[in-house]
């Protein structure tokens, strides 16, 4: 190998070990091993960033503001409404929302479906005396399912349409992909009804019954009248550093305070309403001047102006790594977190101190506009509120059908390629008032993007420096006795094996060049070989950390680690199985 070659795989490991480790954004890391790379003199200015000149992150990004659209309107609530019924039978439940939740992702993205799918399912089946965990992974699994069936399903499909177009061929059509995305979602489903109820262990989500376990996590105390607390600060009366419970609000005379500050001065008959680990209330139960409340408190905890949510803590996070007091969460968020999930277990410490992984699920008390705030930011993967009525559809959800409808049948028939028919939706949709043009720039992912638009760059340094070509001769001489067909179970196996290491995306465009040089020494069809690579990169059932939806689903349904192999194992199988045996006779070899 040359030295460009050596040198673009030391970068391609770094990278993969900083994507898989969560050291940086994703995309900050992406962009670097660019930058990286351009300095070198392994690619140019024009390679390196040829991803921003790319249809498919342009098209990515408008097709967020369609599913954010979507999400407003409340276009999929019908749906959702009919589909969990009322049967207590687990598997009557999965076939009832599966087959809807892959269907609907054939066309939306599957991110704000599992969004909506997550506390509606959770409550549903709490009310029925069953686990959530037997039923928000085979969501997010058939949402994955479902997005390989089309184009648009999802955006590692855009990706590879745009690599195609790059190196001269002809971009995906809307339904090429269901010769095999179809088939395979339809059996994977299916096998997910059968095996999810068999192979997935009950946990205990991370969302507790509020009204059952409210004492664990919320305790109310008032402030004695002449006491030692009485006109003294909160951090002078050393409420600020409580050991495992800390002072969310104060009520006095009728109004709320809150959040509370430091500097907050304490009155004689004051309410300190403390949320937290109330089995760790040694420090609290010793402060002297500090009574117990007679007042329930219960209820005022559940109001209008007290709601619990439920957050997933995503990769791009900038809350990763920190602890709750380094990023002043009360104040900068206005809400208190009174619990921390993480792999399946409720972490029992200080919660000030415990530093922030991806994953991790925070249960929140904060004011009903939490949700509003902070949903379309990139702080959290999943913000849902714990209880209450669900949304529904608004007088505009018609009109975001309509406006997918023609996005969909336009590209099929042809009338438009991909990009113009989903930037001319993503503008209809604000011209006609259905999203406000805040909400509409608010609703693009921009660390999705700029992951997309950047590995493009470390697409390019493999197939300039060799390196492709060098791992594609490496896969023919394991596999290359059985033709075509085995350097296609070569290309297949790798990508899978990366797609559960870092995101769908990036597989993708690191797997497509290599793929391509493996065709073209093979003499095979390229456009076969990347079509298995833009269906097996989203193959990504074996891991939380693989794909968004599965991280979405972690703590909400209490899953361990492990639990995804258990379920996934069937499904990688299942794709890898399908794309080798129909890929061939579809596409041709």
């Given at each position: 190998m040359t030295w460009e070659a050596w040198l673009t795989l030391a970068v391609l490991v770094g990278t993969l070990v900083f994507l898989a480790r969560e050291v940086m954004p994703p995309s900050v890391t992406v962009l670097s091993a660019g930058v990286v790379l351009l300095v070198a003199g392994v690619l140019t200015p024009e390679q390196a960033f040829s991803g921003f000149s790319n249809p498919a992150p342009i098209t990515v990004a408008a097709l967020f503001v369609l599913a954010r659209a979507v999400d407003k309107t409340g276009a999929l609530q019908p749906l959702v409404a009919g589909t969990l019924g009322r049967g207590r039978s687990a598997r009557g439940a999965l076939t009832r929302v599966l087959f809807p939740t892959a269907a609907a992702s054939a066309f939306l993205n599957n991110t704000p479906i599992v969004a909506m799918l997550v506390p509606q399912v959770s409550d549903w089946a709490q009310r029925h005396g069953l686990s959530p965990s037997r039923f928000l992974m085979p969501i997010s699994y058939a949402a994955i399912l479902g997005g390989v069936v089309t184009a648009i399903g999802t955006s590692t499909n855009l990706v590879v349409s745009g690599l195609l177009e790059a190196n001269g061929l002809e971009p995906l059509g809307m339904f090429e992909l269901s010769r095999i995305g179809l088939p395979l979602a339809v059996a994977g489903v299916i096998l997910l009804i059968l095996l999810a109820p068999v192979l997935l262990t009950e946990r205990r989500p991370a969302r507790l019954p509020i009204g059952e376990e409210m004492r664990e996590f919320a305790v109310s105390m008032r402030v004695k009248t002449g006491g030692p607390l009485d006109g003294v600060t909160v951090e002078e009366g050393g409420l600020r550093h409580l050991e495992g419970v800390f002072l969310v609000e104060i009520e006095r005379d009728g109004e709320i305070i809150a959040p509370v500050t430091p500097t907050t001065v304490l009155h004689g008959g004051d309410r300190l309403v403390f949320v937290g680990r109330v089995d760790l209330i040694v420090d609290l139960q010793a402060t002297r001047g500090l009574v117990s409340s007679e007042e329930p408190h219960l209820s005022d905890l559940d109001t209008a102006r007290h709601t619990f949510f439920e957050v997933v803590v995503g990769p791009a996070s900038p809350l990763v790594g920190k602890t709750l007091r380094e990023v002043q969460f009360r104040s900068r968020f206005q809400a208190a977190v009174i619990a921390i999930h993480r792999a399946g277990e409720r972490v029992r410490?200080?919660?000030?101190?415990?530093?922030?992984?991806?994953?991790?699920?925070?249960?929140?008390?904060?004011?009903?506009?939490?949700?509003?705030?902070?949903?379309?930011?990139?702080?959290?993967?999943?913000?849902?509120?714990?209880?209450?009525?669900?949304?529904?559809?608004?007088?505009?959800?018609?009109?975001?059908?309509?406006?997918?409808?023609?996005?969909?049948?336009?590209?099929?028939?042809?009338?438009?390629?991909?990009?113009?028919?989903?930037?001319l939706g993503a503008m209809g949709l604000v011209l006609m008032g259905v999203l406000t043009p805040g909400e509409a720039r608010n609703s693009v992912d921009l660390d999705v993007i700029l992951v997309i638009a950047g590995a493009f760059g470390l697409g390019a340094a493999m197939e300039v420096s060799g390196l492709a070509a060098t791992v594609a001769d490496l896969l023919v001489r394991v596999l290359g006795r059985y033709g075509s067909l085995g350097g296609l179970l070569g290309v297949v196996l790798a990508t899978v094996a990366l797609s559960n290491v870092i995101s769908n995306n990036a597989t993708a465009v690191l797997m497509f060049p290599v793929a391509l040089a493996t065709a073209a020494e093979l003499g095979a069809n390229p456009r076969a070989f990347a079509v298995a690579v833009a269906v097996t990169a989203s193959a990504s059932f074996l891991s939380p950390i693989a794909y968004q939806t599965n991280l979405m689903v972690y703590g909400p349904g209490g899953y361990r680690f492990g639990d995804y192999a258990r379920l996934g194992a069937p499904l990688t199988v299942l794709v890898i199985l399908g794309v080798v045996l129909v890929v061939p006779w579809a596409w041709g070899l």
């Open positions: 410490a200080k919660l000030g101190g415990v530093r922030l992984r991806v994953g991790d699920t925070l249960v929140l008390l904060s004011d009903r506009d939490f949700r509003e705030r902070w949903r379309e930011r990139n702080v959290f993967l999943l913000v849902s509120r714990l209880g209450g009525t669900p949304p529904t559809a608004t007088t505009h959800a018609a009109l975001v059908g309509v406006v997918t409808l023609a996005i969909v049948l336009g590209a099929a028939a042809g009338v438009l390629p991909i990009l113009h028919l989903s930037l």
